[in-house]
């Protein structure tokens, strides 16, 4: 795997998951910024096991000429139980629907929070990308290749709008 993001923020550990993993407004105005429409989120729901999944559809706009303007996908996220109290951890598997060998390939998104203080978290993203079959060694350089740009940009930019969110809160606080 890689390591897109590894930062702490002057946020709280429980505000990170609120703004990522909650309908927040920070989440839908990161998704407008990555022109991610349609999207439909199911509530987090317990399984057996203890841990919540919730499953999100969106449409994701590409900028590859090659692939075509948009693709379907669908995202399914696990928020795991057995994690120390005030961390969090959730896995994100992300399936594109309309993109060419979208049926090879899923990307994985692990996302480590950890309360580093009261008012402090380290914010971890571990990524994939993961096969379900396996596709001639050029396709595969040539997926691998798309996807890790695709998944930098994508993680770079959400470190730069979490600083910009990290600004006006601590503004908001020593203002009050
Ligand atoms: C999530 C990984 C690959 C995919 C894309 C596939 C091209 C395939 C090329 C052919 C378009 C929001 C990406 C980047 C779309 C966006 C996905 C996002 C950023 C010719 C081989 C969507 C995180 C995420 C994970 C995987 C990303 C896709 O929250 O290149």
Not at 159 to 172: F, H, I, K, T, V
Request: charged share 30%; with cysteine; glycine share 4%.
């Amino acid at each position: 795997g890689r390591v897109y993001l590894n930062k702490v923020f002057h946020i709280s550990a429980e505000k990170m998951f609120e703004l990522l993993f909650t309908d927040s407004s920070f989440i839908q105005r990161f998704m407008s910024i990555r022109k991610i429409t349609n999207a439909s989120l199911d509530p987090w729901q317990r399984e057996d096991s203890g841990n919540m999944k919730r499953t999100m559809n969106y449409t994701i706009a590409i900028s590859n000429p090659l692939i075509g303007k948009c693709s379907r996908a669908t995202e399914n996220q696990t928020l795991f139980k057995d994690v120390p109290e005030g961390h969090y951890m959730v896995d994100a598997e992300v399936f594109t629907h309309d993109v060419p060998y979208h049926d090879y390939f899923y990307t994985q998104n692990r996302y480590a929070i950890t309360r580093s203080s009261r008012r402090k978290c380290r914010l971890r993203v571990l990524t994939d990308v993961k096969y379900k079959k396996q596709p001639w060694g050029l396709v595969k350089s040539f997926i691998n290749k798309n996807s890790w740009s695709g998944i930098e940009d994508y993680f770079k930019q959400l470190e730069s709008e979490l600083l910009e969110e990290e600004a006006e809160m601590n503004q908001g606080a020593r203002d009050a």
